[in-house]
């Protein structure tokens, strides 16, 4: 039997079929391996939330990526590692981006804004070591032993309380990184305990370092997730996998370093809890040969995160933390 089908049902049908497809939502990532592990959690995580939408995975090489034989310090940070996904959001080649939360500046270009921030892995550092230093602990391994760090930060509080070691620059990927260690061109490498264990790598953690000896990075362990600022709907879909005690603490963290106008190459290290509706910030700043440092603390209420973040910056100012900030972007400068 032939049934004729008038022009407007024929409309209205394949309306209804374009409407039911299935939407695809680009993410960008990093093609490092740790940035792949990180992408793909929060792929998998939005696929149970959001069965109906279709996230592909798309990958780019940054800047901090490709250059592997300079210090990040000497480059310049700023979006060091996340300028290229920036850049592809704003030309609609992407939706949105997942960063480790550490590597964002904490100002955006504009059109950009912070979407969501997931639940954060152990924030601290870990002293990976050669097999011939496995009985050693940080403050046991011997006078001169070549501890191995890319970041101004850790090396910074290392050299404050360890001023015995002898401290080279370490670049390259994970892997490439723990080939250097095992090969005997470092006795021990710190790295962060997080990125470790995404790799399952945990069994690499000779020694998660206490805060007492180096205060982590600001967002270190947790994942960013940077959008259009105009795509409303997206932000909305994003806060499904968003945690709200880390997006506090991490708020309050960028805060204090955005008020400090340092960037994620400088020395200043942090430290954030939560015990109730409470939230504690301890912050440091050091010089990077590790005589000067200024340190201290505030806490407040975890909903008032970011005006915590600038209270901390202009307590440590008032120590003496800008002028040691200055010394530092004016050896920098001198260096590049």
Known sequence: MRVNISPGLTYCFMTSVIS?????????????QLALVQTHWVQQQLQKSFPDISF??????TQGDKILDVALAKIGDKGLFTKELEQGMLNQEIDF????????????????????????????????????????????????????????????????????????????NLNTRLAKLDAGEYD?????????????????????????????????????????????????????????????????????????????QV??????EINGDNLTLTGIVVSVDGQKLVKDSVTGQANQAEALGTELANLLRQQGAQEILDEIFTEIQRGS
């Open 20 to 32: 039911s497809a299935v939407r695809t939502i680009r993410i960008g990532s990093r093609k490092s």
């Open 267 to 272: 020395p200043i290290g942090v430290n954030t």
């Open 188 to 264: 021990a490498l710190i790295l962060a305990t997080a990125g470790l264990e995404r790799l399952g790598m945990s069994d690499r953690v000779h020694q998660i370092l206490p805060k007492e000896v180096s205060l982590h990075a600001v967002g270190q362990g947790a994942l960013g997730i940077e959008c259009r600022t105009n795509d409303t709907e997206l932000i909305s879909l994003l806060k499904a996998i968003e945690h709200s005690e880390t997006r506090d603490r991490c708020l309050a963290e960028r805060a204090f370093l955005r008020d400090l106008e340092g960037g994620c």
């Open 97 to 172: 981006a997942v960063h480790s939360l550490k590597d964002l500046p904490t100002n955006l270009p504009e059109g950009l804004a912070l979407a969501a921030i997931t639940e954060r892995e152990n924030p601290a550092d870990a002293l990976v070591v050669h097999e011939k230093h496995k009985d050693k602990q940080i403050d046991t391994l011997p006078a001169g032993a070549v501890i191995g760090t890319s970041s101004l930060r850790r090396l910074a509080q290392l050299r404050h309380q360890f001023p015995h070691f002898t401290f080279k620059d370490v670049r390259g």
């Open 56 to 61: 592909e995975v798309h990958t780019m090489s």
